[in-house]
């Protein structure tokens, strides 16, 4: 699956993972072709940019599609 002169989804996916982590966000990724779509609810607005913003900074990362809500409390 890995393609010639980039990482395989599976290996950018993890990284994504960890970048997510260290923020503390508790949301899910998927990865196809390079392409990542988070998902899951959020808390407040001002968790969307930097989750956004940790994904897309993984090298191989070719687009972030956002599908977050934001959970009222």
Same mark, same amino acid.
């Given at each position: 699956?890995?393609?010639q002169g980039s990482e395989?989804?599976?290996?950018? +996916?993890?990284k994504v993972n960890q970048h997510l982590?260290?923020?503390?966000?508790?949301?899910n990724a998927a990865i196809h072709n390079g392409q990542?779509? +988070?998902s899951g609810n959020?808390?407040?607005?001002?968790q969307?940019?930097?989750a956004l913003k940790a994904a897309g900074s993984v090298e191989g990362v070719r687009g972030v599609s956002?599908?977050?809500?934001?959970?009222s409390r």
């Open positions: 699956m890995s393609r395989s989804d599976t290996a950018i +996916l993890k982590t260290r923020m503390s966000c508790r949301v990542v779509t +988070l959020i808390q407040y607005e001002n969307r940019r930097p956002d599908q977050l809500k934001v959970t």
